[in-house]
């Protein structure tokens, strides 16, 4: 598998793009509704011809338009998977998996393995109308996969589940991705498919990349409007130290344990975030008792006052990522009398603090 670079403009809908995705590599796509994200996929994938446009996978040229290179869909070799699978209906599972594979003289063996590799064997005789929506995504993956391709695009394939079955796929995505080659473009709007499934992401804004970087970098110090919105929840990033646990690893204060609930499966001592919303956060003069588990003394840095909602933001954590805030009431405020500078508690009680893997090293 090799490099994927695109550059590529679509003036009729405002797009102009160029990044690159190396072999191995997930890049998160993010960006408001009408940003150009899904026409982005559909240039990727053949279905929209660029006004200009070069797209390269490793030595081989997709599309270049100054030379008049356009190599149809069904030569791309760019797999496709869409928030709806669009299973041929009147095909088993493994007659949709197998269809994808049949340019290979093994085909069906193919198609029994990628259903294998997507924990979906024992679906191969059901036919779409008897799956769940977590199942036809899982079968949409193994069909997208079983065709070989060179580069994988999924354009928000868990918008569709509930959180159950998102939880479920996102892990099982997490599990594939790591153990291939190929570049995958990864369009989502939802934080936990960045955090769990992304080496970098790029953020677009009104048909142009706003910025790109790896994911620690783009949440943590974010260089867009959008960015900015994007991680506007509290984050918190360690290594999981025992069920429901997390245990910061910066210099500055080492072992600082958080509380929460884990959402998928997480293993001891893999990468870990605590993620929370600002709304969960209690904000006191002196140590707490009672329910909250989660405490943490912090420095006030800013007070945003927004029509009647306060945020109160700490300074920047020990690892150097985005203060922790605190949404409270205008009258909140004024009986705590609060001012910048002052040193407060926050606490969060455990069942509102969630804990995701967070993603691959480096990412």
Not at 159 to 176: F, T
Not at 334 to 358: D, P, S, Y
């Amino acid at each position: 598998m090799g490099e994927l670079q695109v550059s590529a403009a679509v003036p009729a809908r405002g797009l102009e793009v160029s990044f690159t995705v190396a072999a191995g590599e997930v890049l998160a796509v993010l960006g408001p509704n009408g940003a150009g994200k899904s026409t982005t996929a559909a240039v990727l994938a053949g279905l929209l011809r660029p006004e200009r446009a070069v797209i390269r996978i490793g030595g081989r040229t997709l599309t270049d338009t100054g030379r008049g290179v356009a190599v149809p869909i069904h030569d791309r070799r760019v797999g496709l998977m869409l928030q709806d699978p669009l299973l041929f209906p009147h095909m088993s599972v493994l007659g949709n998996v197998t269809f994808a594979a049949r340019r290979h003289d093994d085909a069906r063996t193919r198609a029994r393995h990628w259903l294998q590799r997507v924990d979906a064997a024992e679906l191969a005789g059901r036919k779409p109308g008897m799956l769940s929506g977590g199942q036809a995504q899982r079968v949409a993956l193994a069909r997208a996969l079983a065709a070989e391709p060179d580069a994988l695009v999924l354009d928000e394939p868990l918008a569709g589940l509930d959180v159950a079955g998102a939880s479920s796929m996102r892990a099982m995505l997490r599990e594939v991705l790591r153990q291939d080659s190929r570049p995958v473009v990864l369009i989502t709007h939802d934080l936990l498919d960045v955090l769990g499934l992304a080496d970098r992401a790029l953020v677009l804004e009104s048909g142009h990349v706003a910025e790109v970087g790896p994911v620690a970098d783009v949440l943590a110090a974010p260089r867009s409007h959008f960015g900015a919105r994007f991680a506007g929840v509290n984050l918190v990033r360690g290594i999981v130290a025992g069920p429901g646990t997390l245990r910061t690893v910066a210099e500055s204060e080492p072992g600082q344990r958080w509380y929460g609930v884990a959402v998928e499966p997480l293993t001891v001592g893999c990468d870990a975030v605590a993620v929370f919303a600002p709304g969960a956060v209690a904000v006191y003069r002196d140590r707490p008792h009672g329910s909250p588990r989660n405490s943490i003394r912090v420095r006030i840095a800013g007070l945003d006052v927004d029509a009647g909602a306060v945020t109160v933001r700490a300074d920047d954590q020990a690892d150097g990522g985005p203060g922790l805030a605190a949404a409270v009431t205008a009258e909140s405020l004024a009986q705590l009398g609060l001012a910048v500078g002052e040193r407060v508690w926050f606490t969060i009680k455990t069942q509102e603090v969630g804990l995701h893997a967070a993603g691959r090293p480096g990412a």
